[in-house]
């Protein structure tokens, strides 16, 4: 039976599907990235928690290395950049606050930290993002969550990262990390992609979405259930409207989803695309989600 990596104390897990491998070394080769080297059976399998909800690729070894997100941040220059969840984040931060972003980057939200005089440091384990931030004035280092919390334990009242927990296998050693480093009543901010079968569905090998670059995919259902594992309340939960990727969304469902869908959606394109956009907007979430917990006794 493979363990969750996120309850493996109650984490009965089910296969939900399986991968082959190279159908996803040939869509990442479309983006110029050699992957090959993650590929050493014929297939992988998606498993799904059923405690949780949390669903993660297996076997871990299919999991990007620092040398595939370095050929990834060259061959997709935007891969670092200012995300919607950076401004969401910001409203429940203040300047009395001390902040540890991990997974920092080239320090974007670092950077809006500082324009907002709040103090924070960043742990990135990319060495060449690290020294491009320390350039910057930026207080980073090249250190995993796990270490800091032993060294700083309960010192931080704000602990964020974005775009980063789909990318950990180790998932429940790396949150019960932050909780730790955390004080008590401080802040735990998660910004992920969010998986609703509303957008991936007809999706299924989404390059991006599979191994090497994520490990895990998270829901609401999965999000919500950290609370009944780390001593964390739930205070708020934001998806990112669709209207952001709508495009997107209408073009690729509009080309890939069954012959029903897709003569439905190309009618009212058609004839009312404004009445139809205001409607998916309306009813089906935009592809990333931001959560906060409070760290509670």
Request: proline content about 3%.
């Amino acid at each position: 039976m493979i363990k969750s990596p996120l309850n493996s104390n109650a984490g009965q897990t089910k296969l939900i599907e399986t991968f082959e491998s190279k159908k996803i070394i040939s869509a990442y080769k479309k983006m110029n990235i050699d992957v090959q080297r993650f590929f050493l059976e014929d297939s992988i399998s998606l498993y799904k928690c059923v405690k949780t909800g949390y669903r993660f690729y297996y076997p871990f070894f299919s999991i990007g290395d620092a040398r595939f997100y370095d050929d990834l941040s060259k061959n997709r220059k935007s891969y670092y950049s200012h995300r919607w969840e950076h401004n969401v984040a910001l409203k429940f931060i203040d300047k009395s606050d001390s902040v540890l972003e991990v997974g920092s980057g080239f320090g974007l939200f670092l950077d809006l930290l500082k324009q907002k005089n709040v103090k924070a440091k960043g742990l990135e384990l990319n060495p060449h993002a690290v020294k491009q931030c320390k350039s910057q004035g930026f207080n980073v280092e090249e250190k995993l969550i796990q270490q800091e919390a032993l060294e700083h334990n309960s010192e931080y009242s704000i602990i964020c990262y974005f775009q980063v927990l789909e990318h950990i296998t180790e998932v429940h050693y790396f949150i019960k990390s932050s909780v730790d480093a955390l004080k008590e009543g401080g802040y735990l901010i998660i910004g992920v992609p969010n998986n609703n079968p509303y957008l991936f569905v007809s999706d299924k090998y989404h390059t991006l979405n599979l191994p090497p670059h994520h490990a895990g995919l998270w829901n609401k259902e999965s999000l919500i259930a950290l609370q009944n594992i780390f001593p964390l309340k739930l205070e708020e939960m934001v998806f990112e409207p669709l209207e952001k990727s709508y495009k997107y969304f209408l073009n690729f469902h509009i080309h890939n989803s069954n012959i029903f869908i897709k003569t439905v959606l190309k009618t009212l394109n058609k004839y009312i695309p404004k009445i139809l956009k205001k409607v998916l907007c309306k009813f089906i979430k935009g592809r990333n989600v931001l959560v906060v917990y409070k760290k509670v006794s």
